[in-house]
């Protein structure tokens, strides 16, 4: 058992500096990429090189190095376009060693603005998304969607290491669940079936802190079962999350039948030092007005969301963002 147990610790020492080295190779790569981009920059810039050069450059170096991915004329362009974008932000470009080469290029060919480049270098440092991760959190335009949901009905969580460092784990207020590929008309029973056959794609979505812990979780109050859709741990939040799920528009009375759920699992399964517990009603479509009634005199924390089944339009969101801001702004 001690032998074993002394294997198990080198293997854990081994696994470390891999990582390590892995980390350190990852880092050199997009330094080497943008130093490239910096190079071919003043020289373009200056007119010294112009299109047949960066032809002939890509092709020597293909020669010389046949291994070497990235070097076509398009990649010495990227790295071209790499360096300009991040030269002037200092903030940024500390960061950018932290992610992949194939996951800087999603960023700089998925997004527009800096501030959204930023946002996902971030988010992906945070959750250290695979690029088929951040990809699909790009696609489906979840830097609109997180601008858009003022921590919903509840306050966004404290940040780990500061505002500065990474963005807020927010409750959305749209959740697009494209990947569920659910026909035109399908019932609540198919939304939950297609959800647990998708839940990574499920957790990804709603974030990646969130832990799975149960479908149809049974409380029992009054001699009575009542069942719960789906039942997640947050560990940020450090408490138990309860989804409900709705296939129409929200109703009040949605939000009484999760303060009763919410009191049953702070009664009876949270833990000490667990926060209370937390609910999201997922419905397919809300009334502002209803909503803000239905919680006036609600203490309980629940966020009232919606999703979509296809993906949104970036324009239609882009589009609530600019009137969003603008309400916020004539407020102050």
Request: aromatic share 12%; charged share 30%; hydrophobic share 35%.
């Amino acid at each position: 058992m001690e032998k074993e147990l002394e294997f198990k610790e080198i293997i854990t020492i081994i696994q470390k500096h891999r990582q390590n080295a892995y980390r350190k190779i990852n880092e050199e790569l997009v330094m080497m990429y943008y130093e490239i981009g910096q190079y071919l920059s003043k020289k373009v810039n200056a007119g010294e090189y112009g299109d047949g050069v960066i032809s002939k450059i890509a092709n020597k170096i293909n020669e010389q190095y046949p291994t070497l991915n990235g070097f076509s004329k398009r990649g010495l362009y990227q790295m071209i376009q790499f360096y300009e974008i991040y030269k002037e932000n200092q903030k940024v470009r500390t960061l950018l060693a932290q992610l992949s080469w194939t996951n800087n290029l999603l960023i700089l060919r998925g997004t527009k603005t800096i501030e959204e480049k930023e946002f996902y270098i971030r988010l992906c440092i945070k959750n250290n998304y695979s690029s088929r991760e951040l990809n699909r959190q790009i696609q489906s335009h979840y830097y609109e969607r997180y601008l858009l949901s003022n921590g919903n009905a509840l306050e966004s969580l404290e940040p780990v290491v500061g505002e500065d460092d990474c963005p807020n784990t927010k409750l959305l207020d749209v959740y697009s669940l494209e990947f569920l590929d659910l026909p035109n008309n399908y019932k609540e029973k198919d939304l939950k079936s297609a959800i647990m056959s998708n839940l990574k794609d499920f957790i990804l979505e709603i974030g990646k802190d969130f832990s799975f812990v149960g479908q149809e979780h049974r409380i029992q109050v009054g001699g009575r079962d009542f069942y719960i859709d789906l039942l997640f741990y947050n560990r940020a939040y450090s408490c138990l999350v309860a989804f409900e799920l709705k296939i129409g528009e929200f109703e009040p009375e949605y939000l009484s039948k999760m303060n009763f759920y919410l009191e049953a699992l702070d009664r009876q399964e949270r833990k000490e030092g667990e926060n209370p517990s937390v609910g999201i009603i997922l419905c397919s479509s809300k009334n502002e007005a209803i909503v803000e009634y239905a919680q006036a005199r609600s203490n309980t924390p629940t966020a009232i969301s919606t999703y979509e089944t296809k993906l949104i339009d970036k324009k239609l969101l882009q589009k609530k963002l600019v009137e969003y801001q603008k309400t916020f702004n004539d407020k102050d």
